[in-house]
């Protein structure tokens, strides 16, 4: 449980302190780039929502001044208009980009603290068994195995 805590709070911590400090480093890699990633999806989102604004407005000024809509005739145009429709495209494929990010974050975390766990219980797994094959004229084939001394503890 502590190597699933330990990788919930840094992940690779657990797999560290579980003595796979490898897979530890390529957990903490896949989180640490999943974080920049949804900081970046928050940053891409902003600027869509800013241009989406701007069309808007640009629109708005652009047929109050040569058409004289006003009220919900000028919002169904500007709403209407190709700019503003692009724009608002675009913000929804941001957002669900954002969205897609935090997901993929939220699954290498989780998963990360799942292989943590599961490194921390196979960490005093006994060793292998060991297989010889020996052949001998008059004997044949023989299989032997052999068990390490601490295999029974």
């Known amino acids: 449980r502590g ?3 330990r ?3 840094i992940p690779g911590w657990g ?3 579980a003595g796979a400090p ?3 480093a390529f957990y ?3 989180e640490g780039a999943s974080l920049w990633m949804i900081l970046k999806s928050f940053k891409t989102l902003d600027s869509a929502k800013t241009r989406l604004k701007s069309a808007e407005v640009a629109v708005r000024t652009e047929l109050q001044s040569t ?3 006003s009220g919900s005739d000028l919002d169904e145009a500007v709403q209407g208009d190709s700019k503003v429709k692009s724009a608002a495209m675009l913000v929804e494929d941001r957002s669900q980009q954002r969205e897609d990010w935090i997901a993929a974050g939220m699954f290498f975390l989780m998963f990360g ?3 943590a766990f599961v490194t921390a219980h196979l960490e005093d797994f006994p060793e292998p068994l060991e297989t010889r094959i020996e052949t001998s004229p008059e004997l044949g084939v023989g299989v032997s195995f052999s068990l390490p001394l601490n295999f029974f503890r």
């Open 3 to 5: 190597a699933f805590i």
């Open 7 to 9: 990788s919930l709070l």
């Open 15 to 17: 797999q560290s302190a």
């Open 22 to 24: 490898g897979r530890g």
């Open 28 to 30: 903490f890699g896949m």
């Open 67 to 69: 058409q004289g809509l």
């Open 113 to 115: 603290a799942a292989d």
